[in-house]
């Protein structure tokens, strides 16, 4: 069993920073892809930022040049710095990752998803 686990949202006023976390753990044989997404109210989950195994990366426009994503391999962490944050950046943010793990003598790949965390932009 494969569980994501996040910390770091908060509260924070425009103009400030925080730093997301999301450690993965189980039985893990390799993490493929590892991203961040975000679900506004009343909105659909949008994807914010993604790290590959090969280690490049990609970003929602709106996000370029103020948020960067990177990861642990080590710790089977990935993590999100969010710098200049405005209040449109409001919204639960979820880790994922695409995981292999083995089920008997068979692998299995998957895609899991951390709880959310609240990240709230206001004075």
């Known amino acids: 069993q494969v569980q994501l686990v996040e910390s770091g949202g908060g509260l924070v006023q425009p103009g400030g920073s925080l730093r997301l976390s999301c450690a993965a753990s189980?039985?893990?044989?390799?993490?493929?892809?590892m991203g961040w997404y975000r679900q506004a109210p009343g909105e659909q989950r949008e994807l914010v930022a993604t790290t590959y195994s090969r280690g490049n990366t990609d970003y929602k426009d709106s996000v370029k040049g103020r948020f960067t994503i990177s990861r642990d391999n080590a710790e089977n962490t990935v993590y999100l710095q969010m710098n200049n944050l405005e209040p449109e950046d409001t919204a639960v943010y979820y880790c994922?990752?695409?995981?292999?793990?083995?089920?008997?003598?068979?692998?299995?790949?998957?895609?899991?998803w951390g709880q959310g965390t609240q990240v709230t932009v206001s004075q």
């Open positions: 994922n990752a695409r995981i292999t793990t083995r089920s008997g003598y068979v692998l299995v790949t998957g895609d899991y």
């Open positions: 189980g039985r893990i044989i390799s993490i493929n892809d």
